[in-house]
């Protein structure tokens, strides 16, 4: 499913439900940073429920995660009870709403033949306790499409889709919700044993996680009855947005467990910083992915602008003389001016904060570097006079 989330008040579109990698990847983009405003999208075929919400925190996102996977793998029946308990509580948070999804065996739901069957229905059960006393023959001439909205009116039921909902029954689950541990690692990998031609045993595959010991591989290998080099890897994980889940599937496990080990030797400030650059660069494969952490301290990264304009305006209140009324920029659009400036310095934007070029420095001044530069061209040029005088006296 869709789900626009609001940022800053940019607006962003993400499909949920994600696994545990790609919600903290989310995160990471957000900066960590709550409150966020969601809107789900098409969340039901009729459309009109409240299903906009505000995520306070981590915790919160975790739940709609869940919810909108619970939602997504829901029968016929369960939706058209989600759909008329959210009718019912227009105004239930995120919190709530997962606690619906466990509760829906309290609702009762009927299946809904049209104005007709719905009256039949309710004549045969006596829920309209006025015409208990009317001649048989005389509720042949009901108006069914009338009694039938009597019906939904007095019993504050819901038709959706092919069921007649009633919530009146709903209780709140008397359980303690847990969510999804977050996976550990960096990488995951569903390997099935290859049988014979290629062929894997889909039904004996296991998750591994990277990094791992060389003793968890031999536990799997003999579990699974093969070597590594005979499994094949159906589906793969990765916190590494930019390595491909595809191209995973594709490497060698163990270049891909050495380059997890070297993640795990990052801070996560420095994993966030190795995305930025990552996705800038367009770094996609394991090999330069592992290149790149051995020179990542030579980059330059700024997690809090959000965007080239934020950047631009950063830039100048570390470059303007002190005093300087940094209050004219205040609205000021710099988007144009934030890009000339990182892309003077090799740099540009990531879905990350700014990044600089390789040896640069985001918020030093350009006319300095310039005169630095121009300095040095000098000095090496009286440097080369000096030698070839020294040369001439000497000869």
Known sequence: MNVMIKYRGIGYT???PKNSYQLSDLADKFRGEFPLTVKIDNLFALDYVNNEFQIES???LEKLNLFVRRVDEMDEEDEAKMFALMTKHPKADVSELLDMTYGLESVKAYSYEGDDGLTEFALCNEWLPVFEDCPYDILAYLDEGKVAEEVIRERNGTVYGGFYVETNG???PDRVIELPKPESGFFRLLLAPDRENRAPDRNNAEWLTLPCSRTDLEDMERRLGCTLSKMICTNAQTALPMIHPFILQKSDISELNELALKLSDLQRSDIVKLKAVMEFSGVSSV???????????EYEFDPLSVDASVFGKVYLFNNLPVGFDTEVFAEADMEEFGRSILSAKGGGMSSYGAVSGRGQSLFT????????EETEEIEDDESENESEELGACLT
Do not use: G, V
């Open 14 to 16: 993400e499909i949920f």
């Open 287 to 297: 090999y330069k992915t592992s290149r790149l952490i051995d020179c990542l301290s």
């Open 58 to 60: 981590y915790a919160e």
């Open 365 to 372: 001044s350009i006319a300095k570097e310039f005169d630095e």
């Open 170 to 172: 709903y209780k709140r």
